[in-house]
């Protein structure tokens, strides 16, 4: 089936660094969301975006709906050790029947 | 009270047992997932409902079958579980009836098939 290209796979960071990741698709999308899964626990939503261009900003997390609908990225400033976690991607096709497509994700490592 | 919830958090099952993995809403949404997790690939779609009447298959319905007894209850069962359905298994959530459609996660359930 299909799936997102979400890149990075992992980072190791110091913290304080700022992060940046993103996610890529050969579909046009009309939404893009960006959950965070800790360990042993369900992917909790940080940010949804639904419309192309739009940019919006959780704290520290910041996300944009790329211009072409293809692509979305995701920043995260200043990291904490909280921030430790696996990040995924998740879009929505047009005209789709609501499913979502997601990315395998990005694991994040923080040195304090 | 969590909005989702998942039973059991963890289960231990021998090859070719039938088990079932249960799924409970408070948020009132009529749509509901099971995904199915494992460490490299994502998130995969197992099954769909959009009411208590419609059933899908999604992208890895094979070995699986769902049961949607209510608006709130959306069930997974494997009927002869073998080892490679060893996972970790998520239930979703979402309102349609709202244009930005987002979905809702439980904590999972971590299976073993031994």
């Known amino acids: 089936g299909q799936q997102l290209n979400q890149s990075p796979q992992s980072m190791f960071i110091q913290e304080g660094e700022d992060v940046s990741m993103n996610c890529t698709s050969s579909s046009i999308f009309n939404t893009w969301l960006w959950y965070k899964q800790d360990p042993g626990e369900g992917p909790v939503l940080l940010i949804a975006?639904?419309?192309?261009?739009e940019l919006t900003s959780n704290g520290r997390l910041t996300a944009q709906f790329g211009i072409t609908r293809k692509d979305s990225f995701l920043n995260i400033s200043a990291s904490i050790p909280s921030d430790v976690g696996i990040y995924f991607c998740?879009?929505?096709?047009?005209?789709?029947?609501?499913?979502?497509?997601f990315g395998k994700g990005t694991k994040l490592s923080v040195k304090p | 009270d969590a909005d989702v919830t998942q039973t059991p958090r963890n289960r231990i099952t021998k090859t070719g047992k039938r088990i079932m993995l249960e799924c409970s809403q408070t948020k009132g949404h009529d749509r509901m997932y099971w995904y199915r997790q494992d460490p490299g690939l994502g998130l995969r779609l197992i099954y769909y409902s959009f009411d208590v009447k419609d059933i899908n298959k999604g992208e890895i319905s094979d070995g699986y079958s769902v049961s949607r007894q209510a608006q709130a209850k959306f069930s997974l069962s494997l009927e002869s579980a073998i080892p490679n359905q060893t996972a970790l298994y998520f239930c979703a959530t979402s309102d349609w009836t709202v244009q930005e459609e987002t979905q809702y996660f439980g904590p999972g359930t971590r299976l073993l098939v031994l």
């Open positions: 998740a879009g929505r096709r047009i005209g789709s029947q609501g499913n979502l497509i």
């Open positions: 975006l639904y419309k192309a261009g």
